[in-house]
Every structure is written in structure tokens, then in C-alpha cells.
């Protein structure tokens, strides 16, 4: 069953071949044989599991979903969700001293449409604290390994969901993307993934990092599933006024080879400062495109200088209004040596973030100070706009941007300092900053056989046309097949 798609299990789940508890416990048992060496999880919710797996297999004996619609292309497949995604009664941390042993009394929207859909949560994922990081090294859990090489990071902040997805230890798994978090690690981690189009999905229960930029997406071995992911969980939510897709996405799955006529743009400054390998990978794949009948044009990608700052700049402000409510007060840690309304307010902050998380929120806090604010907050916004513009000017020209994920591929655990963290989201970014959807697949290796990802940028709400244009990529490649060998069943 472990070679199988989830696709092609949940068909095989329906037509008899496996009851749905057996593919559950079979997973989890995978979990806890070899997970350990990636630590890629924060929790596996066996009893749960195992429970809803026999609830769901009596909706498919049934032949209807729990509402009585039809079944969902998913149902019965396991998967797992970020550890920032709320999940009713299952602790929820953000990877965070802050938030051991919170759990929360909902479920995030997107959770409980994969429950609707009969998806079977088997487990929470480890990740870069409260979502503020690039190498899933932040977290309190201790760092996620890459199943491609143990001495390097998955990327971040959704490590734990790339490495999980990557070593097969779930078919299926959800993430989020403040500025790269799913396309990053899927880079890194020879894995797809899908950052949907800002207000397409909603971010009810999602432990906000900073709220205008916070997208959940899937991660999963291939775009079909990552469509059909995205399908479940897609959509219109009353609990969101920022969602604002009116029905979730539709895809049809057919397969095609050609996409004639497509006009993709290649930015030439981003290739400029990738890595040898990296640049040759996407220039192999621009063939592909184009022998797929694409029309490929190379251009220069404006305002290139000002998106990391701007976006550092945003996201720790929004991140240091958001985590504002962590005072040791309400819920979260309480420093037990704290004696004044200070000390607890001091203290329990001290204790309960760790040290990036503390970075960002000093920073966010500097910049919307009220001598501050016009000189860096408000320039940053204002180049927003001029980026969110430049965009909407290139859709004119292209339907799609082809470029590179990430400068490097995955670098070794505690090498990268944190200004060459920042500075490795110059191609993610952007599209978080313009609200834009990206998809994130699997492009080849580099020289010492880690994965190449490569990103394709689409304007808002144009999720259909990208994973087309991925499915006749990943129809005429076998780069997403390719699995890391060695310390993994």
C-alpha cells in the first residue's frame, strides 16, 4: 500500500482491497518504527485514529460521505496537519513552550473539511516555532531532519509536513505559507505543494504568524493530490471574512501533454544567484514547458531589492500584534517564579518564546513604534503595493512565472545565520506580499543528489490553470517518483 498514491489507496480502500483501519494502522506503525529519526512529528493520535478509521469505513461500506454526499477521491487516507492548525481536544503548540498543553475546543475549518471528507488524522507536525522560521530548527520539539540527508534541514517553517510526506510516513499531509513555508521545505524535500491564492482557503484555527500574509495549503507527493487536497479544503467560511472564494476549487483531473500557447515568464535576475545546479534545473524544465507547446519569454523581475524587507518588515510587525496575546495571563505559559503583573508579563514571555520568535517580535515591535512607524511600516506598505502592481502589469504579459524555489538547495543543520535565512525567501515573498497562489514541484538534483524544486506563480484565484500546467510537467518527468533511500522503511 506504501507505493500507492493517495489517490490511487483511497480507490483501492473503496473497491475492497484494504479496510481503512489497516491502512491506519499500518501508517502509524510505520510512524513509530522510523519516525523518530526524522522527528517530524509532535504527536500520532493512534487510539483517536484507529477509532475514526472504523467510523469512515462504514461511510464507504455505505457507499456516501457523513452528509450524504458522495464519497470524497480522499476518503479513508491518513494524513497529518502543522502543528499551528487547531484540532479539537489534540494538543496544539506551534512547536512553542507557550503553548504545551493547550488544546484547543474547535476544530480549524480546514480540519474539519478533511474530517467531513473522511481523511483520517493520524498525527501533528512538527515545525519552526509559531511558524517564524526557514529550517524547522526553532521549534521546542528539536530540529526535523531531512530523509534525504540527516544532516540537513527540511527548510521551514512547515519541516515537519515536508519530511513526513518526503519518507512516506504519511501520504498526505497540510502546511502553511506566510512567505515560503510550504514551497521552501517542498524544495528542499523533493516534495508538491500548493500556497493557494490569499482568501482562497480558510484560515479559521490557523495560530495566526501574520494574518495578511497566513495561507494553509497541501503537501504531497504529486499535484493530482495536492488538487485534490485543495479541493476539500478550499473555499467559502463563514468564520473568515478574508476567505472569500465563493465554492471550493473543481479540478478535473484529466490528464493532458500539451499546453499550447501558454505564455510562461522566466525571470533572468533570479537566475543570477542560484546556485550552478539549481539554474541548470530550471532551464531544463523551461524546455519541458516549451516542448509542451509553452511559449517561453526570460524577463526582468522588478522591485527585486525591496521584497525581503518589506516582507520582514510586515510579517514581524503582524507577528508581534498577533503573539501580543501570549502574556501568561489568559492561557498559554505562566512563569512560576513571576510575583508582580510585570514579572508575569517579563517572565513568562522570556520563558515561553524562544529565541528567533523573541528576534522577530523585538523587531515588529521597534518598527510599529509610533517614531518608527512612518519611516519603516509604512514604506514597507507602500512597496507592497508597488510589488502587488508589478505583478498585475507582468499577468498582462504572462499567464504564468516560471523561477526557482529557493537560492540553495538544503543547507546543513545550524550553518545558515539568520540574515541568510531571511534572504533565501527573495523568490517566495513576493507572492505572499501580492496574495498571489504558487505551486512548488520537484525539478531534479543538484551534485550531491538533493532535491531542486521549482515554483510556478499564477494570478489570484488561477489554481486551475497552474496545476494543468504542473500536471503536464510532472506528466513528462519522473523527478516527484524518485524517494530518499537510507533510513527510512
Given at each position: ?235 467559502k467560511d463563514n468564520f473568515d471574512g478574508t476567505c472569500i472564494l465563493e465554492k471550493p476549487f473543481e479540478f478535473t483531473g484529466e490528464a493532458r ?233
Amino acid at each position: 500500500m506504501f507505493d500507492l498514491t493517495a489517490l490511487e489507496l483511497s480507490a483501492a480502500i473503496k473497491a475492497g482491497k484494504y479496510g481503512v483501519a489497516e491502512v491506519t494502522a499500518a501508517y502509524i506503525e510505520k510512524i513509530e518504527k522510523t519516525g523518530k529519526q526524522l522527528n517530524a512529528f509532535t504527536a500520532v493520535l493512534k487510539e483517536q485514529a484507529l477509532a475514526r478509521a472504523k467510523e469512515v469505513q462504514a461511510l464507504i461500506d455505505s457507499g456516501k460521505g457523513s452528509n450524504g454526499s458522495p464519497l470524497s477521491p480522499l476518503a479513508g487516507v491518513p494524513i497529518a496537519l502543522k502543528d499551528n492548525i487547531s484540532t479539537f481536544g489534540i494538543e496544539t503548540t506551534c512547536a512553542s513552550k507557550m503553548l504545551r498543553g493547550y488544546k484547543p475546543v474547535f476544530n480549524a475549518t480546514a480540519a474539519e473539511r478533511l474530517e467531513q471528507a473522511g481523511v483520517i488524522l493520524i498525527g501533528k507536525l512538527n515545525m519552526d516555532e509559531f511558524a517564524m522560521g526557514s529550517s524547522s530548527e526553532t521549534g521546542v520539539f528539536g530540529v526535523v531532519v531531512n530523509p534525504w540527508d540527516v544532516s540537513r534541514t527540511t527548510g521551514g517553517s512547515s519541516g515537519g509536513s515536508a519530511a513526513a510526506v518526503a519518507a512516506g510516513l504519511v501520504p498526505l499531509t497540510l502546511g502553511s505559507d506566510t512567505g515560503g513555508s510550504i514551497r521552501q521545505p517542498c524544495s528542499f524535500c523533493g516534495i508538491t505543494g500548493i500556497k493557494p491564492t490569499y482568501g482562497a482557503v480558510s484560515r479559521h484555527g490557523l495560530i495566526a504568524c501574520a494574518s495578511s500574509l497566513d495561507q494553509i495549503g497541501p503537501m504531497t507527493g504529486n499535484i493530482d493530490e495536492s488538487a485534490a487536497l485543495l479541493s476539500i479544503i478550499s473555499g467559502k467560511d463563514n468564520f473568515d471574512g478574508t476567505c472569500i472564494l465563493e465554492k471550493p476549487f473543481e479540478f478535473t483531473g484529466e490528464a493532458r501533454s500539451k499546453i499550447n500557447g501558454v505564455k510562461i515568464g522566466l525571470p533572468c535576475n533570479y537566475l543570477k544567484i542560484v546556485e550552478e545546479d539549481i539554474k541548470t534545473a530550471i532551464l531544463a524544465a523551461a524546455k519541458e514547458f516549451e516542448a509542451a507547446g509553452a511559449v517561453i519569454e526570460e524577463f526582468e523581475m522588478p522591485l527585486m531589492d525591496y521584497a525581503v524587507p518589506a516582507y520582514y518588515t510586515i510579517a514581524c510587525a503582524e507577528g508581534s500584534s498577533n503573539l501580543s496575546r501570549f502574556d501568561g495571563l489568559k492561557y498559554g505559559h505562566r512563569s512560576t517564579d513571576a510575583k508582580t503583573l510585570s514579572e508575569v508579563y517579563r517572565l513568562s514571555r522570556a520563558e515561553g518564546f524562544g529565541m528567533e520568535v523573541k528576534r522577530r517580535l523585538m523587531l515588529g515591535s521597534f518598527v510599529l513604534a509610533s517614531e518608527n512607524y512612518d519611516a519603516y511600516y509604512k514604506k514597507a506598505m507602500q512597496a507592497r503595493t508597488l510589488i502587488k502592481d508589478a505583478y498585475i502589469n507582468l499577468f498582462k504579459k504572462y499567464d504564468i512565472i516560471l523561477s526557482p524555489v529557493a537560492p540553495t538547495t538544503a543547507f546543513k543543520l545550524g550553518e545558515a545565520d539568520p540574515l541568510k535565512i531571511y534572504t533565501g525567501g527573495i523568490f517566495n515573498v513576493p507572492v505572499n506580499l501580492a496574495g498571489l497562489p504558487a505551486v512548488s514541484l520537484p525539478c531534479g538534483f543538484d551534485n550531491q543528489g538533493l532535491p531542486i524544486g521549482l515554483q510556478l506563480v499564477g494570478k489570484t484565484f488561477s489554481e486551475a490553470k497552474l496545476i494543468e500546467v504542473a500536471q503536464v510537467y510532472q506528466g513528462c518527468t519522473k523527478h516527484h517518483t524518485i524517494k530518499p533511500k537510507g533510513i527510512v522503511l
